[in-house]
Structure formats: structure tokens, C-alpha cells
DNA sequence: TGAGATACCTTGACAGGCGAGGTATCTCGT
DNA sequence: ACGAGATACCTCGCCTGTCAAGGTATCTCA
């Protein structure tokens, strides 16, 4: 079983802030953290993830910067601003309503 | 408060089928069910509506036929087809399986 | 040496939502 | 009689997020 992104469409940068609050972190270990806690039943595809990031980095929700590994392949690590943490906030609380919302008009009465 | 149709972009037709389940019906109605169901916190766009009517019939989930009122404005009614029936059973499966993934990739650990 | 993992990136096509515009009928107050 | 507002339908074209497809570079291990 696989869900299709486009169910999920409007809420990939609230999953990815919700990454970030654990800490900085970086593209492909968030992807596999993604990938993880959905039991692999969803999975972002690196095209959606790195646009996001362009995405929320521009609208100033995240910050970045190039990690100094001196062996491996470089990773650009991203950290939230605190106006990405409000912006988490209330995506979560847009959610829930979302949620309750698609429950009202989608099961039975 | 309202509620972004972006957020809930994939779940126009579901919600368009479930008031459909209820029997035969028309866009204008439809429409105000879902603002009513909503309390008024969200609201299909009529171009949004229409589109998906067009969209729904292709797929062969419903059909319609115009009506033969004698007077007021002509509407258009629908009606589920045995197809869009397993659709819908389908999709609200889908959703529930997105709500816990969102849940699980949203809320608190 | 080469496959596979790690790690990043961009381009262009596609699909759904919807703003803006349109049509036609009926009702009700002035 | 006339205009506003409700009822009821429709289409065109823009915008935005997703993603297939393509690319780069490094490291490990057989």
C-alpha cells in the first residue's frame, strides 16, 4: 500500500518543519525519517523535497547552510527560524481542523 | 476561519461522491450541503464544482440528466454509478489511512 | 573496477483549484 | 416596471505543488 503525495498536496512543508524541530537536520536524512515513520507507506520524492526547501527557505521559515564534513558527500543542513516555528504551529492547528472538517463531510452521518 | 481548498486538493470528488451517496442531487445544492456540513468554514468554488462534475462523469463514477422542472433556473442532476460507489468506499479508506499517516508525521512523538 | 549507497540539484510536464467572466430564470420590494 | 439578489448553470486561463527524468560528486565494499 502506497499513498499517493497528491492526497498529502499543501502538507509537505508542515512534514518537513515538523522534521526540523527535532533539530537541524538534512535532506536525505529527513527523507529517510519521512520514509521511516510512515512505515514506508509513503515516501517524498526528492524533486518535491529539495523544491520544498527552496521553498520554505525563501519564504524565511528555514535557514541553511553547508556542513563541513571533511569526508563523505556534502549535505546542506537545515534549521527552522522562529518564524517557521509559528508557521508549524499553526499548520498544525490548520490540520486538526482540516482533519475534522474531511471526517464531517467524508463518513457517515 | 476558512479552510484552503489547496489543502484538500484529491478530496474535491470524494466529498462531491459522499453527498451524491445520498441520492440523486444537483450542483447548487451539493454545493450549499458542503458549506452547511462545512458551517461555513469551507466552500467549493463553483469553477472547482463544475470541473469536477465534467471530470467524475468521465471517469464513469456518475451520470447526470437535466431536469424537467416547469419553472425556476434548469438543473443538472447526478447520480452515482455502481463505479463510483467503490470509489468512494475506496477513497474514504484512503483518507483514514492518510489521516493516521498525517497524524503519525505531524503531531508530537 | 563497478555497483550501490550517500547526498545534492534542476527542468519541464501535468493536474487540480479557482478568479473572472459569462448565461438565464425567478422573486420581491419599491 | 425595474433592479437587486437568489437560483442555477458554464468555460477559459492562470497558478502552484508534485514528480519523472535527468544530472553531479563522494565513499564503501566486493
Redesign the interface.
Known amino acids: ?1 502506497s ?2 503525495s ?6 509537505t512543508d ?2 518537513i518543519l ?1 522534521r526540523l524541530a527535532e533539530g537541524e537536520s538534512y535532506g536525505y536524512r529527513i527523507n529517510r525519517e ?1 520514509t521511516a ?2 512505515g514506508g ?2 515516501e517524498l520524492k526528492e524533486a518535491t523535497l529539495y523544491t520544498a526547501f527552496r521553498r520554505l527557505e525563501n519564504a524565511g521559515w528555514i535557514c541553511s547552510r553547508w556542513g563541513d564534513e571533511e569526508s563523505g558527500a556534502r549535505r546542506r543542513y537545515y534549521r527552522m527560524t522562529p518564524e517557521g516555528e509559528e508557521k508549524l504551529k499553526k ?2 492547528g ?2 486538526r ?3 475534522e ?7 457517515e452521518e
Open positions: 500500500m499513498l499517493s497528491d492526497l498529502l498536496r499543501g502538507y508542515t512534514i515538523r519521512i515513520l510512515s507507506a509513503f499548520d498544525c490548520t490540520w481542523e482540516t482533519r472538517l474531511l471526517n464531517r463531510l467524508l463518513m
